[in-house]
């Protein structure tokens, strides 16, 4: 199990590196032929505390490497070859999260640097930057190409559950990423703690950007500033919104996705949360940076992009944009909540029962 992760720099004898979890700090190095921990820049070592028990992989929809975390109140899935949480849900309901039926059970395409699995994955830099070091902004640069990720589970002795997966990203971005999902022993909630060590000095600015992308939801709540830099709290970011798909709450903006798709929205909102509504479960993701600084894309820290047809929606939190010397890292904290609701109620009740439970 990685506690601490690995830096390799070309050339020199791996080091092991000693990290905790918080907003940025310099790795302290312990030259040693002991940590023979370089998978990609990671690989997993065994159990994480004396006490912990290995959760083993299992099947998941067509792939034969997956791990799954569960209690009495919810589940979720992580399949290591895409990289992504697939899966998460209330026990015994259904998934929230897409899944896509053409890709299931396979692995990262060797023709693009693009495989849509769906699910909720992470980028550690903005889309806006990408054209600093490729082609343009779609599709994504070589150096993101989707691939496998090294991973491992435990269960710890007071029964929270966590899988942690692991990917080093070579030039420009030189940095290994490491984020770890745990379950709540009871209620229905999963922290996902990302953090990224850079193995050499970066070359542009970073971000951890993560995307969640949701099964068709029918409503989506988001933040708004009161005195936001954005005309009603948002800026259209591509194609144009539908007529009549946002509502103004006293408890934020309703986004009726039943309207039409085909856009993405940025808010500079201060509050770093954002909830969808799929029938009668309410997923809300918060997410807690650590540390200040601009956001990208204008300032955006929220993001919101509907699929054409409203096949899904993707509900993005950006951390501010950061540069890393060798051996730094930064960190941050998301936090997905499972709640019922009632599918028939008003919007505004809807952003109510939201702004409730992000108090």
């Not at 509900?315 to 051996?327: D, Q």
């Amino acid at each position: 199990m990685i506690n601490d992760l690995t830096v390799k720099e070309d050339n020199a004898v791996p080091a092991r590196a000693d990290v905790r979890w918080g907003p940025m700090r310099t790795l302290r190095t312990m030259g040693s032929l002991l940590a023979a921990l370089v998978v990609g820049g990671c690989t997993s070592t065994g159990v994480r505390e004396r006490g912990d028990s290995r959760i083993s992989p299992t099947a998941y929809r067509g792939w034969s490497e997956a791990y799954r975390l569960e209690n009495a109140s919810a589940s979720a899935v992580v399949v290591p070859m895409t990289g992504r949480l697939m899966h998460v849900g209330m026990r015994n309901g259904a998934n929230v999260l897409r899944n896509d039926p053409d890709l299931l059970g396979r692995a990262p395409s060797e023709t693009s640097t693009w495989t849509n699995y769906g699910g909720e994955w992470m980028w550690p830099v903005a889309q806006s930057r990408w054209s600093e070091f490729s082609a343009g902004e779609w599709p994504p640069p070589p150096a993101l190409r989707t691939a496998p990720w090294e991973a491992e589970a435990w269960r710890t002795s007071d029964g929270r559950q966590s899988c942690r997966i692991s990917r080093r990203y070579g030039a420009p971005l030189n940095v290994l990423v490491q984020r770890e999902f745990t379950l709540d022993p009871k209620a229905a909630r999963l922290t996902i703690k990302q953090r990224m060590v850079a193995t050499h000095d970066t070359a542009l600015p970073l971000t951890l950007w993560s995307i969640m992308q949701i099964d068709r939801p029918q409503q989506v709540v988001l933040p708004v500033r009161s005195h936001s830099a954005f005309t009603n709290g948002f800026r259209v970011m591509m194609n144009e919104l539908p007529g009549d798909a946002i509502a103004s709450c006293p408890d934020g903006l309703i986004c009726d996705l039943s309207r039409g798709g085909g856009f993405k929205l940025g808010l500079d909102a201060r509050e770093q949360w954002m909830a969808a509504r799929r029938d009668d479960v309410l997923v809300l993701l918060r997410a807690d940076h650590g540390f200040s600084g601009v956001f990208p894309d204008g300032n955006c820290s929220l993001e919101l992009y509907a699929s054409d047809g409203n096949t899904y929606a993707e509900i993005e939190t950006l951390s501010p944009e950061f540069a890393l010397r060798a051996g730094e890292d930064r960190a941050n904290t998301l936090v997905v909540d499972l709640r019922p609701c009632d599918p028939t109620a008003s919007a505004c009740s809807l952003a109510q029962q939201v702004h409730q439970l992000t108090k």
